[in-house]
């Protein structure tokens, strides 16, 4: 799960995972008698972490006012070989008012080569930071509640060479980035936030082995990430996962952005197109709490303006269009005393083509080219039987739970002149050998008969398809008010299944 992933690690090891991550730490050897708190710990965490093949070097250090440790030409290059971190500087300072706290910063700029493949050639990148500090009480040991508060005007990150054979350029600038980190060794409760006011990315990577590159220019405003669990699992095994269930465990993640643009072109034969896009705002929420999960994603307007290359995809330019959406699941992840709350929601609304889409399959725009929505929100309640870690292992889908009833709020689905519409409500008798059905769906058919034979015209379907479709349709309904109209209410009933008011055979 989630949240597992996230701190399953021990306190012993998040230390070390700071002191490398942070490059604040780079030190091989004492160089100060352990009367410096600072240099002791660091001379304990570096010994323990070139044990394990760290490599840390420096070529000085010297102690200033305050007790503050500063280590000069810090070098930290793995026996792995994948990153090697190069920094001219790093000091720890401690914090006077808050014993135990001590303030991390290093020099503007800090080298990064990065090998993935061996076949290779590393990828050399420089990070430059104006602003940047790190306060932890990690270091020095945090009595059972670590915590971690970093922020820099801004990070840039370049690299990249025209040589490199994957990695062409980069460059990314954050602004005002911030990073806080709170966690409870004995309730296993945490908290984290990460926040950027504005963010720019451009890059380019080449295809490995292939031909053509592929430019990507993005530009974001705000970004934020909100993190809090409590009773969060020490391992992430199945057993943990039972016992942070039961013990009332929880976890929330909010992920928000505001308004984005985005620029590519391709030279690559693979995806010969250039696009222009901008989005507004959007946000991710993914939840457990009492025994429930939830995931609810939500985005405002998308815009993509699309040029295909004419040498390679004959096609014109064209656009895509879409108003908003949704994505939101509910359900429950344990067994409760009563039946709980399920619920899906999937919209995508307004979707619309430019006419240069229309036009290369109905140039006569026989069709409607209004947009086209897709609505589906569907509640209900189950009673479930066993967790979410053991479902696997059930050989029967009911063993599992069962489904008290479900809502059909709403089932929407338009476009090209043609409506479909669905409601209503089934409650579900288990009491029997089968579960057993109660209540009625209302469906509404407009404008599909029209649609369907306008596609035909087109030479886009076939007319034994669309016969068979149509059929279906006048089986099971009825002509509702206006010319291409049907509606059916579907019943659901102890003696079977009615379609208005006829048994369906």
């Given amino acids: 799960m989630l949240a597992a992933d996230l701190f399953q690690t021990k306190a012993e090891k998040m230390r070390n995972l700071l002191l490398t991550s942070a490059v604040a730490l780079l030190l091989a050897q004492p160089a100060f008698a352990q009367s410096n708190p600072v240099q002791a710990a660091v001379d304990a965490g570096i010994a323990e972490l070139n044990e394990e093949g760290a490599n840390i070097t420096f070529s000085g250090s010297e102690v200033g006012a305050g007790n503050a440790v500063t280590y000069r030409d810090v070098r930290m290059a793995p026996d792995d070989g994948e990153v090697v971190i190069a920094v001219d500087f790093v000091t720890l300072t401690p914090n006077p008012d808050t014993p135990g706290e001590v303030t991390i910063t290093l020099a503007d700029i800090v080298n990064l080569s990065v090998q993935e493949d061996d076949d290779e050639p590393p990828v050399e990148i420089e990070m430059l930071s104006e602003g940047l500090f790190v306060t932890t009480n990690w270091l020095l ?10 922020a820099a005007d801004s990070l840039k990150f370049t690299g990249g060479s025209a040589d490199h054979p994957v990695l062409k350029a980069l460059d990314v600038n954050a602004q005002g980035f911030a990073l806080s980190f709170n966690f409870d060794e004995n309730t296993r409760d945490a908290a984290a936030n990460m926040s950027m006011d504005n963010i720019v990315a451009d890059y380019t990577i080449a295809e490995p082995g292939g031909e053509g590159e592929i430019r990507t220019y993005a530009e974001a405003a705000s970004q934020t990430l909100t993190f809090t669990g409590t009773r969060l699992p020490e391992d992430g095994d199945e057993d943990d996962f039972e016992a942070f269930l039961a013990d009332g465990g929880s976890f ?23 696009m222009d896009g901008t989005s507004e705002s959007g946000r991710m929420l993914i939840s457990m709490a009492d025994g429930r999960f939830v995931f609810d994603q939500s985005f405002g307007a998308l815009n993509y303006e699309i040029t295909p290359n004419p040498a390679m995809l004959p096609f014109p330019p064209f656009s895509a269009k879409i108003s908003g959406g949704q994505l939101e699941f509910r359900l429950p992840v344990a067994p409760s005393d009563e039946a709980s709350d399920v619920k899906m929601v999937i919209a995508l609304r307004d979707l619309s083509v430019s006419d240069s889409v229309w ?10 080219r209004d947009p086209a929505t897709l609505s589906i929100d569907i509640a209900g309640k189950v009673d479930l039987d066993k967790t979410v870690a053991e479902m696997p292992m059930a050989d029967n889908p009911m063993e599992i739970g069962t489904v008290e009833s479900i809502d059909l709020n709403e089932i929407l689905l338009s476009g090209g002149g043609a409506r479909i519409e669905a409601s209503g409500a089934v409650t579900v008798d288990n009491s029997g050998f089968m579960p057993m059905p109660n209540g009625a769906v209302d469906i509404s058919v407009d404008g599909l008969q029209s649609l369907t034979q306008k596609l035909v015209d087109l030479g886009l379907v076939q007319q034994m398809q669309v016969g068979m479709v149509m059929g279906m349709v006048m089986a099971f309904s009825k002509p509702g008010d206006g010319p291409d109209s049907f509606t059916s209410k579907i019943e659901f009933t102890e003696t079977g299944i009615l379609a208005n008011g006829q048994p369906i055979q």
């Fill in 141 to 150: 040991g945090a009595a059972g509640k670590p915590m971690v508060e970093a």
């Fill in 359 to 368: 036009s290369m399959i109905d140039p006569q725009a026989t069709i409607p």
């Fill in 252 to 274: 929330e993640l909010l992920v928000e952005g505001a308004g984005s643009t985005t620029r590519m072109t391709s030279t690559s034969p693979d995806l010969p197109i250039s």
